[in-house]
């Protein structure tokens, strides 16, 4: 039987720390400003990002890394033995699944295996984590895949977003939505549901309040967490992580809460301020 490698895409936001501690192979995605291509997480920082935004007053693009950067990351370990398991962004929001699947057809039938998240941002990151987990325990490939399939149901991943340009300017709500949450200060919550994302509650009043109402929203009495391991993922918004973690360490028993900050893809379409709190439901 094979070892296995577990690979994901950048936008998993995991820090280099995590990354390293589970020895997860990551394919950086790309962020796109005017004539420049960066390299998530590589060639640009999330603070990179706003700076060049604020500086050429134009939002950024992303697109997906091409074929032969997937078989480019995935080669080496194939060639040292190894099955791989890519666990990427939900094919739903993003044509990453369906280009490492591209990529996992120039080698033999069997090597490399994809699950879909049906999640972003450390939504997929729960799943790769426990994959990696599984496969430092020896676990085949087929029954990592399997095992990860039936958690990513599980998933709940949220933000609560702190501006609307962001999502306005890529596409993903109105004018009309964008100018109503200026006037009436309303902070919506993204929800991510069957692998797409939705809007669900929709906080109005101060930022601090809107902040503890997501927290209501979302974590509630804690009941329905799996108590292994929470993240909670902004976009430069350290304060609020900060809050958010003494809030669960004093109310909740949850064994590891982590913090990361979302990369430069995801701080694409969410804006400044954004973060969120993900878990896996019991």
Not at 10 to 38: A, C, F, W
Not at 106 to 120: I, N
Not at 137 to 165: N, Q, W, Y
Request: net charge negative; glycine share 8%.
């Amino acid at each position: 039987m094979n070892k296995v490698k577990i690979f994901t895409d950048s936008t998993v936001d995991l820090s280099k720390e995590l990354v390293e501690k589970y020895e997860i192979g990551v394919v950086p995605l790309y962020v796109n400003i005017e004539d420049s291509s960066y390299l998530d997480g590589v060639e640009i920082t999330t603070a990179d990002l706003y700076k060049l935004v604020g500086e050429k007053q134009t939002l950024p693009k992303t697109s997906t890394a091409p074929v032969t950067d997937f078989v480019n990351a995935f080669a080496p370990w194939i060639n040292a033995g190894y099955d791989i398991i890519f666990i990427g962004v939900s094919s739903k929001l993003s044509s990453t699944y369906q280009t490492a699947a591209l990529a996992g057809r120039e080698f033999d039938e069997g090597r490399v295996t994809l699950v879909d998240s049906l999640s972003l941002s450390t939504g997929t990151a729960l799943q790769v984590i426990k994959a990696a987990e599984l496969a430092k325990a020896g676990m085949d490939s087929k029954t990592i895949a399997e095992t990860v399939s039936k958690i990513t149901p599980r998933v709940r991943a949220s933000f609560i977003i702190d501006t609307l340009k962001y999502l306005h300017m890529g596409g993903r709500c109105s004018a009309v939505q964008l100018l109503a949450s200026n006037v009436l200060k309303i902070h919506p919550q993204i929800i991510v549901k069957d692998g797409a994302m939705t809007v669900g509650a929709k906080f109005r009043g101060k930022w601090k309040n809107c902040l503890d109402s997501y927290y209501e929203a979302t974590v509630g009495d804690g009941s329905q967490i799996d108590p292994e391991r929470i993240f909670i993922t902004h976009s430069q918004n350290h304060e609020t992580a900060e809050y958010f973690k003494q809030r669960i360490e004093k109310e909740l028993n949850i064994k590891e809460i982590l913090i990361t900050e979302a990369g430069t893809v995801i701080s694409s379409h969410c804006g400044p301020g954004t973060i969120g709190i993900l878990y896996i439901e019991k």
